[in-house]
C-alpha cells in the first residue's frame, strides 16, 4: 500500500511556494492559479489505477488554492507602497530607536534606525545610518535625533540593494549626520530593555573571559550578536563556506532548551520543566536579536516539542515546512533575506539528505549507531547535508562558489559543539573570576583551534571560485538534491530521522584544552624585549614589552581591532600602561572597549589625549606626560618622551597632529623612534632641538601622510628599518607614493601587507619579523 503524504504538509509547502514565485516572480494570482491547478490535475491523474484518485484531486486542487493564496499574499507585499521615507531627499531631522547593536568598522558605525518622526512629524520606516564611531558605544534601544541628509539606497552590479534593505524594513539610507545626539538609553518597553540587558551581561561574560577573536566567535554561536568580529575572520568564514555557524540556529535552541529542563528537572517534574523551558524560549528569541534562523528555530521547537509531548512521532522536516509558510504568511518579503534563504536550506539539508548519508556511512563503516565514532559520522552527515543544500543558495546570494565547503564543515563541526559549550559556561559564569580565568587559560583553545582551522583551509588554493548562477540553475540543483535523497531513502517506508547525537563537545572541549596547556607549557620563552607595530587597520597600536612588563602605545580604532591583535603579541590579558600619543579616534578610540575587556594599569598621555578620554575614565589612575618623561619596563629597556614641549611648546606644534606625543624606546644600544602623527613643522623642531634622534627602526608618522617624512627629519633619524601602519586600501592614500619614495634604500615593512611586524632585541642585536 502506497503511504499518502500528509494534507497539511503539502499546503504548507504549496504556501511556501507560492509566496516565492509572488515575491520573486510576480504576476496576476490568476494565473498562478491556472498552473497550480494544471500540474494538481496531472499529479492526481497519476493516482488512477491505484485507488484515491477522488481524494487526491480534492486534496491537490486545495492545494493549488493554498498556493495561489500565498502568491497573491507575495505579489500584495512586493507590490505594496512604501512608507514615504523611501521617497524622501535633502537634509531632515530624524528620531528614531535603534533596532540592534550598531556594526563598528574601523572608526565607522553602522546602524539601523526604526524612524518615529521626520522633521517634528510622525512617521515610520527604517533608516540605514553610517556615523564616526562615538566614544560611547551606541547600543539596541537607544533613541537618537539626527539631522542627515536621506538618500535612496546605491545600485551595484549583479545585486539588488534596495531590494534587499527593503526585505529588513530599512526604506533609506544617510551617511555623516550633520549633527545628531542621544536621547534616551533603552527607549522601549521595559521587557524588551531587561532582555537586551541580560543579552549585554552574558556578552561582556564572554568577552571578559575569552581573548579575541575567540569571544566573537563564541558570541556569534551563542548571542548570534558579534561586535568586534574581525574582517579577516569574516572573510575567511565566507570563503570556506562555514558563515552559518554563526547564525543561532536549531542546535542553540536545542541546547538552550536541554540545559533550561535539566536544571530546572531539580525542583520540578521533567514535564512541567519541559513546559517551562518552552515559555522561556521567546525570550531567547528576542535575547538574540529576533533574526529569521532563530524564528525558524524556536518556531520548529515549539511544534516538535507539543507532537513529542502528545505522543506523535511527526518527521521534523515537516515543523520546517510549517515554520516557513508561517513567517512567510506574516512577512512575505522575507523569502529576499539571504539568512532565511541560508537558514531554509541548511535546515532542509540536515532533515532531509543528512539522515540517510549517515546511515549510509554507520552501514558501510559497519559501526553501530551510539558511541563516540556514530556521533563523528553523524556530524559529519549534518554537515555534508548542509553545506550541498545551502551551495545554490551561496553563490547567487555572494557570487562565490566555496568548493570546500563540505569538508570544511566536516573538520568544524565537533569544534562547533565543543565552542558553544564553552560559551554556554562563559556566558553563564564568567562573572566570576576564577571561572573567567579557567575559561581563559582552558576553555580558549577550542574556539581558537576552530578560528586556526577555517584560517588554514580558507588559504588553500582554489578555496573559492567565481560563480553566479542563474535561477534556473539553482532549481536544477535542488532538483537533482531531491533525486539524492529519493535514491539513498529508496526501499524504506519513511524519511530516516536523526538518532541521538554523541555527546562529543565535552570531549572535544577537553581534548583540546589538553593539547594547548601542554603546547604552552612546552614552548620556550626567548627571553627579549620587543616592540610589535599592531596590524589594527587605518590607525595605530604598539605594544612593547619586557619580561613581565607591558606598554600598550595607542589604542588603534573604535571597532577594537586592537583585541584580535593583542593575543597574537601579548600573553595574558592584563597591561602595565596604555599610553596615547594623541586623541584621534585611530589612535584612542579603541580605549573604551580595552578598559571593557582586559585588566589594565595607568592611563598615560598627552594632555590634550587624557582629555579627549575624559568619559572613559576605566583604568585605574590617570598622568599627564611631558617632555623628558621616561617610563622604565626594565633595566635595559625605556621609553622617553621627546616631544611636545608642554610649557613652551610654540607655532610648530599648533595642531592635534604636531603636539602627539614622539617616543623613543630604547633597549640597550637599540633605539626604535615613535613619532605618531606629527607633521612637518614639528619634525623639523626636533631636527633643530639638539636631541639626538638616531634610530635603529621608525614607524612612519602619520601613516606615511605626504605632509610628514621631510627630508631633514629621515636625515636627523637615519633608520635602518621603517614600518608603516596602515589600512588596506584606506581612503586616506597612506602611505603616498611620494612618501615611500623617500624611503628608498631602506628596509619598509607595511601592516596591511606584513600584517603584524615585530623588533626583538636583546639590547645588542635586532631583529625583525613579520606575521605574514
Known amino acids: 500500500m502506497t503511504k499518502r503524504l500528509p494534507a497539511l504538509p503539502l499546503a504548507a509547502a504549496a504556501f511556501i511556494a507560492g509566496s516565492a514565485g509572488g515575491v520573486l516572480i510576480g504576476g496576476p494570482w490568476p494565473l498562478m492559479l491556472l498552473v497550480a491547478l494544471a500540474a494538481a490535475t496531472a499529479t492526481a491523474l497519476t493516482s488512477l489505477g491505484r485507488g484515491g484518485y477522488a481524494r487526491a484531486l480534492l486534496v491537490l486542487l486545495a492545494v493549488a488554492a493554498v498556493a495561489a493564496a500565498g502568491h497573491a499574499r507575495g505579489s500584495e507585499a512586493d507590490a505594496r507602497p512604501p512608507p514615504p521615507l523611501a521617497s524622501l531627499e535633502g537634509v531632515h531631522e530624524i528620531s528614531g530607536v535603534v533596532r540592534s547593536d550598531p556594526r563598528v568598522s574601523g572608526a565607522i558605525t553602522r546602524l539601523d534606525l526604526r524612524v518615529d518622526s521626520i522633521d517634528g512629524a510622525a512617521a515610520e520606516g527604517g533608516l540605514r545610518l553610517t556615523l564616526p564611531a562615538p566614544r560611547q558605544p551606541l547600543r539596541a534601544g537607544d533613541r537618537i535625533l539626527a539631522t542627515v541628509e536621506v538618500e535612496r539606497p546605491g545600485a551595484f552590479e549583479e545585486f539588488d540593494y534596495a531590494a534587499f534593505l527593503r526585505s529588513r524594513g530599512i526604506h533609506a539610507v544617510a551617511a555623516y549626520p550633520e549633527r545628531w545626539t542621544l536621547v534616551e538609553r533603552d527607549a522601549e518597553h521595559a521587557a524588551v530593555d531587561a532582555l537586551r540587558a541580560m543579552r549585554r551581561w552574558a556578552l561582556g561574560n564572554i568577552e571578559r573571559a575569552l581573548p579575541e577573536p575567540e569571544a566573537s566567535l563564541a558570541a556569534g554561536m551563542l548571542l548570534g550578536r558579534q561586535r568586534t568580529m574581525p574582517a579577516a575572520l569574516e572573510e575567511n568564514l565566507r570563503r570556506t563556506g562555514t558563515t552559518h555557524l554563526l547564525v543561532v540556529s536549531g542546535q542553540n535552541i536545542a541546547l538552550l532548551l536541554g540545559t533550561a529542563v535539566g536544571l530546572l528537572s531539580a525542583v520540578v517534574a521533567r514535564r512541567q520543566a519541559a513546559l517551562i523551558a518552552l515559555a522561556l524560549l521567546p525570550g531567547y528569541v528576542v535575547l538574540t536579536g529576533a533574526e529569521p534562523p532563530v524564528v525558524r528555530a524556536a518556531i520548529m521547537a515549539v511544534g516538535i516539542a507539543i507532537a513529542a509531548r502528545s505522543g506523535r512521532r511527526t518527521p521534523a522536516w515537516i515543523y520546517l515546512l510549517y515554520a516557513l509558510a508561517l513567517m512567510l504568511a506574516l512577512r512575505p518579503l522575507l523569502i529576499r533575506d539571504v539568512a532565511f534563504q541560508l537558514s531554509a536550506t541548511a535546515t532542509a539539508g540536515v532533515l532531509l539528505l543528512a539522515p540517510p548519508l549517515r546511515d549510509r556511512a554507520l552501514a558501510r563503516l559497519g559501526v553501530a549507531p551510539g558511541g563516540l565514532a556514530a556521533g563523528f559520522a553523524e556530524g559529519a552527515a549534518v554537515a555534508v547535508g548542509a553545506s550541498l543544500a545551502v551551495l545554490s543558495v551561496q553563490a547567487a546570494a555572494f ?70 548562477p542563474p535561477p534556473l540553475a539553482a532549481a536544477g540543483w535542488f532538483a537533482l538534491l531531491g533525486g539524492l535523497v529519493w535514491l539513498l531513502n529508496r526501499g524504506t517506508t519513511q524519511i530516516s530521522l536523526p538518532g541521538q547525537r554523541a555527546r562529543l563537545a565535552a570531549p572535544v572541549a577537553l581534548a583540546t584544552a589538553a593539547a594547548g596547556l601542554w603546547l604552552a607549557v612546552l614552548t620556550p620563552s626567548d627571553g627579549l624585549a620587543s616592540v610589535t607595530v599592531l596590524d589594527v587597520g587605518q590607525g595605530s597600536a604598539i605594544l612593547v614589552r619586557d619580561g ?14 586592537v583585541l584580535t591583535a593583542l593575543p597574537r603579541a601579548l600573553e595574558g590579558r592584563s597591561l602595565d600602561a596604555v599610553l596615547l600619543t594623541h586623541g584621534d579616534s585611530d589612535h584612542a578610540g579603541g580605549l573604551a572597549e580595552l578598559e571593557r575587556r582586559l585588566r589594565l594599569g595607568v592611563l598615560l598621555g598627552s594632555e590634550d589625549a587624557l582629555a579627549a578620554v575624559a568619559p572613559e575614565g576605566g583604568a585605574t589612575g590617570t598622568q599627564a606626560l611631558d617632555i623628558g ?16 614641549p608642554v610649557v613652551t611648546a610654540g607655532r610648530a606644534h599648533r595642531g592635534a597632529n604636531n603636539r602627539s606625543l614622539v617616543l623613543l624606546v630604547t633597549i640597550g644600544e637599540r633605539r626604535i623612534l615613535l613619532p605618531a602623527d606629527i607633521e612637518a613643522p614639528a619634525e623639523q623642531w626636533l631636527a633643530s632641538s639638539g636631541l639626538d634622534l638616531r634610530a635603529d627602526a621608525l614607524v612612519l608618522p602619520h601613516h606615511g601622510s605626504r605632509t610628514s617624512s621631510s627630508a631633514v627629519f629621515l636625515e636627523a633619524v637615519d633608520p635602518r628599518v621603517a614600518i608603516v601602519s596602515v589600512g588596506a586600501r584606506n581612503p586616506h592614500g597612506h602611505p603616498h607614493p611620494e612618501v615611500l619614495e623617500r624611503y628608498a634604500g631602506i628596509a619598509l615593512y607595511r601592516t596591511d601587507e606584513h600584517g603584524d611586524v615585530t623588533l626583538r632585541s636583546d639590547g645588542a642585536r635586532l631583529w625583525v619579523r613579520s606575521s605574514r
Request: proline share 8%; aromatic share 4%.
Open 629 to 644: 618623561d621616561r617610563i622604565r619596563l626594565s633595566e635595559r629597556t625605556s621609553i622617553e618622551v621627546l616631544s611636545p
Open 548 to 561: 613581565g612588563a607591558a606598554v600598550l602605545v595607542d589604542t588603534g580604532p573604535a571597532d577594537g581591532a
Open 399 to 468: 557570487g562565490t562558489l566555496p568548493l570546500l565547503q563540505a569538508p570544511a564543515n566536516v573538520v568544524v563541526a565537533p569544534l562547533y559543539e565543543a565552542t558553544v559549550l564553552v560559551a554556554v559556561l562563559a556566558a553563564l559564569l564568567g562573572w566570576l573570576d576564577p571561572i573567567a580565568r579557567v575559561v581563559e587559560v582552558a576553555g580558549v583553545f577550542a574556539p581558537a583551534a576552530f578560528v586556526a582551522a577555517v584560517e588554514a583551509m580558507a588559504a588553500l588554493p582554489l578555496a573559492t571560485v567565481e560563480l553566479r
